[in-house]
């Protein structure tokens, strides 16, 4: 059971384009992480977020947890070459320290 | 170490041959995580350590898959008697004890010949 969806699958851009990746579930979790990944190497933590309707933001990346704690969105502005990756997005549930992985969002942005 | 080593990082093994995958976490990390990924895809809990509890072993997909942390340190998931669906990037995160976010190692790539 697929308890993280992720939307879309792939996306491929123009530089400078604004996007919005997508995280679902219909289970509440009580933290929200999202990563990134390049080839060949391991995932990078970008933010957590554990308090719902919460809004982060990193630069041009704006990270949002929805009122119910089961949703979360990732909103790219003005995309570039170098945020090109698979964008995971990984859910805490309860006390429990491992995280769920949704399967990814492998965005590509071309100059 | 400044972060989570892996080793090796790439293994290529004959079907039904052991292997044996080394992980090296952030010193002071009190958590341990083994994930799988498969190509492009998103990552499969396999094994959790934390401190000296007893490890969560509930994402292990076989017997043949074994897992040991030495002295609160340096971990080793141990495959027996591989099969070709073992293929997968195999990744290693440790955690502070009161941290929420991982950090990764590079993963170890096993192709299964």
């Known amino acids: 059971t697929q308890l993280l969806e992720q939307s879309p699958q792939f996306l491929s851009i123009q530089e400078g384009e604004n996007l919005t990746v997508y995280c679902n579930s219909s289970?509440?979790?009580?933290?929200l992480q999202w990563y990134r990944q390049e080839p060949g190497e391991g995932p990078v933590l970008l933010v957590t977020?554990?308090?719902?309707?919460e809004v982060k933001k990193l630069k041009r990346l704006t990270f949002q947890f929805g009122d119910a704690r089961k949703d979360s969105s990732l909103h790219i502005t003005a995309a570039q070459p170098g945020d090109t990756g698979l964008y995971l997005c990984?859910?805490?549930?309860?006390?429990?320290?491992?995280?769920?992985f949704g399967s990814g969002t492998q965005l590509t942005v071309l100059p | 170490g400044a972060g989570v080593s892996q080793s090796p990082s790439n293994k290529v093994t004959e079907k039904g041959k052991d292997v044996e995958l080394r992980c090296d976490p952030i010193s002071g990390h009190t958590a341990l995580y083994w994930y799988r990924q498969s190509l492009g895809q998103g990552l499969e809990f396999l094994i959790y350590?934390?401190?000296?509890?007893?490890?969560?072993k509930s994402g292990l997909p076989s017997d043949r898959f074994s897992a040991e942390r030495t002295g609160g340190s340096v971990s080793t998931l141990t495959i027996q008697r591989t099969q070709q669906e073992d293929s997968a990037v195999y990744l290693c995160?440790?955690?502070?004890?009161?941290?929420?976010?991982?950090?990764f190692g590079s993963g170890t790539r096993l192709t299964v010949v």
């Open positions: 995160a440790s955690s502070p004890d009161r941290g929420l976010g991982y950090t």
């Open positions: 350590f934390q401190g000296n509890s007893a490890p969560d």
């Open positions: 990984a859910a805490g549930r309860g006390s429990a320290r491992q995280l769920t």
């Open positions: 977020v554990v308090t719902g309707g």
């Open positions: 289970s509440v979790f009580s933290s």
